[in-house]
Each structure stands twice: as structure tokens, then as C-alpha cells.
Nanobody
């Protein structure tokens, strides 16, 4: 089994920044994909970003491209999401996820991931 624990959420004013972290523990895999999703009240879980285990391939939703940066520290088993220029519409619970069987194309469906964290709340005030 894999455990994922997110942290770093909080309340920030519009235009501000936050950095989310997700620490993975448990079973290890030689190749995998990490992803960030978010879910606002009354909405479906939405893809934010994904990164390959090597860190060489990243992909972003159009809504966050140019503002968010995903990165991976394999030595720390941690994936990060640096969020800059935050907007009120970024308010949501943010989840990290792990897929243990990578494929060449970016995985943007929530159903494509095997393990999930418990989420961390991000609130952006206007």
C-alpha cells in the first residue's frame, strides 16, 4: 500500500503564493506518475498537474499554466505544487495522487490514479 499526506494549504489573499507538499510512504515503485487535483464545493474533482517519476515530463491544466509549478524530490519521496498569482477561483481542496503504471500520455482523469491523499484546503480571498 501507499500512503500520501498533503500539507501546505491555508488562507491567502489573491495574488499570493502557497507551496503544497505531498509525502509518499509505503510500497515503492520503480516508475510512477504523481498528480495534483482539486475539488471545490459542489464541483467534480479537477485535474491540476502531473509529473513523471523522473521529473522530466510535466503537464498542466490550462487554468493553472504559467502560475503553478509541479516538482518532485525522489530522495524525499515528496511532490510539490508551487502556486503563484493565486485567484479566488483556485479555492478548493487539493489532493495529490499516485499512479503506479505510467503511460506515455498525460493522465488527467482522476480514475487513472491508484492512490490518493486526504487533501489540504486552499482558500484564496479576494
Amino acid at each position: 500500500q501507499v500512503q500520501l499526506v498533503e500539507s501546505g494549504g491555508g488562507l491567502v489573499q489573491a495574488g499570493g503564493s502557497l507551496r503544497l507538499s505531498c509525502v509518499a510512504s509505503g510500497r515503492t515503485f520503480s516508475s510512477y506518475v504523481m498528480g495534483w487535483f482539486r475539488q471545490a464545493p459542489g464541483s467534480e474533482r479537477e485535474f491540476v498537474s502531473t509529473i513523471s517519476w523522473s521529473g522530466g515530463r510535466t503537464y498542466y491544466a490550462d487554468s493553472v499554466k504559467g502560475r503553478f509549478t509541479i516538482s518532485l524530490d525522489n530522495a524525499k519521496n515528496t511532490v510539490y505544487l508551487q502556486m503563484n498569482s493565486l485567484k479566488p477561483e483556485d479555492t478548493a481542496v487539493y489532493y495529490c495522487a499516485k499512479r503506479t503504471k505510467p503511460i506515455p500520455t498525460p493522465i488527467t482523469r482522476a480514475g487513472g490514479y491508484d492512490y490518493w491523499g486526504q487533501g489540504t484546503q486552499v482558500t484564496v480571498s479576494s
